[in-house]
């Protein structure tokens, strides 16, 4: 099965179809949501920003995952 949400530029996956935009968003408001969640909790801008260069190095990991699973590379069937 031939899957063409994404197409590679780079080491950036762009999304190429609708459901790769979804995608994208998607992970966009997830790495803001998890922002607000550890500045609430945290009490130093040094304690927010480790906890979240984790969680969106995490978030980039699985966006880069589906995105190389889903790309177009023009194979031939």
């Known amino acids: ?3 063409n949400w994404f197409t590679r530029k780079g080491i950036i996956y762009w999304p190429a179809s ?3 935009w ?3 968003v998607l992970a966009a408001a ?3 949501y998890t922002f607000i969640d550890i500045d609430g909790r945290s009490h130093s801008v040094s304690d927010t920003m480790i906890n ?3 969680n969106i190095l ?3 990991l699985v966006y880069s995952i589906i995105g190389y699973f889903t ?3 023009g194979e031939v069937d």
């Open 18 to 20: 609708i459901i790769g």
């Open 1 to 3: 099965m031939k899957l």
């Open 22 to 24: 979804i995608i994208l």
């Open 52 to 54: 979240f260069v984790f």
């Open 30 to 32: 997830y790495a803001v």
């Open 71 to 73: 790309e177009g590379r």
């Open 58 to 60: 995490l978030i980039g």
